[in-house]
């Protein structure tokens, strides 16, 4: 089944999903293996690969070698359009609407549009909203745009409401890697009361409980990358407590 439509049905049925990202300059190739069986232990749902900075060239690698561990979906989680392998399965072709940098609301799509319609990737069009958290992250550098205060829910929730208006197919609120404040659950019930489409939440979430409550306030899907690189036993403690999350909404 593709992925997108996955997403909707695990939504329409209130089913919570988990991510792990992996960067692939941070994960060595040789440590795949453990981390892999330990994913495919907890049930994660999917892999995000990708980074706001790739400086080392094993994005392919890091792919192919997951890929020959498990099936577990591969989703490119790019910073940049030269971020792009056809070893994964679907890629998430963000759009970042907090910003007003051009390059990353159309540009970097113009070019790599034709890269796609070739490939067999699925091509997930996705609201990137950039929220404060608290710390200026790579990505807010990288993107040169300003994030949402953390407290100006109403920003988000008309910044999301325009994505979706304009055919965006998911909207992911996120507070960086390596963010010190997550995404306030404040922030993550004005959103998600207000959109249809499914709701990805990530950066700066360190622990099962406020992954539960990110559910519970509407997250769909929960993406956790720095904590699990530090603490691989929170891989199991988080997927449990997002899938758990299914049993309340
Ligand atoms: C970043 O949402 C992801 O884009 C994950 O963030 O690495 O802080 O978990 P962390």
């Known amino acids: 089944m593709h992925i997108y439509q996955s997403l ?15 960067d692939p300059d941070k994960v060595q190739i040789g440590h795949i293996d453990a981390l ?6 907890a049930n994660v749902d999917f892999f995000f690969v990708g980074g706001s900075l790739i400086v080392n060239n094993n994005l392919d690698e890091c792919l192919a070698e ?4 498990c099936d577990i979906p591969l989703i490119l989680f790019p910073g940049d359009s030269y971020q792009l392998s056809y070893h994964a399965d679907a890629i998430l072709f963000l759009s970042l609407i907090s910003g007003r940098n051009a390059e990353l609301l159309i540009g970097k799509h113009v070019i790599t549009a034709p890269y796609l319609k070739l490939s067999q990737l699925e091509v997930l069009s ?5 929220i404060d958290g608290g710390v200026q992250t790579t990505v807010s550098y990288m993107s ?4 949402i205060p953390s407290d100006k829910e109403d ?3 008309c910044t999301a409401l325009a994505g979706e208006m304009l055919g965006l197919k998911m909207i992911y609120l996120d507070a960086g890697s390596g963010a010190i404040l997550p995404v306030s659950e404040e922030m993550i019930t004005a959103v998600s009361g207000s959109i249809d489409i499914p709701l990805i939440v990530g950066g700066g979430i360190q622990s099962p409980e406020k992954a539960l409550l990110n559910v519970r306030a ?9 904590a699990i690189e530090k603490d691989v036993s929170l891989i199991q403690e988080i997927s449990d407590a997002v899938h758990a999350g299914c049993a309340v909404t």
């Open 66 to 69: 997951i890929r020959h561990q």
């Open 218 to 226: 509407g997250a769909d899907l929960i993406v956790v990358g720095n």
């Open 155 to 157: 920003i988000a929730v």
């Open 8 to 22: 909707l049905e695990a939504k329409a049925n209130g089913e919570k999903k988990f991510a792990m990202l992996i």
């Open 126 to 130: 996705c609201g990137y909203i950039l």
């Open 144 to 147: 040169n745009t300003q994030p």
């Open 36 to 41: 892999i069986s330990v994913a495919m232990a």
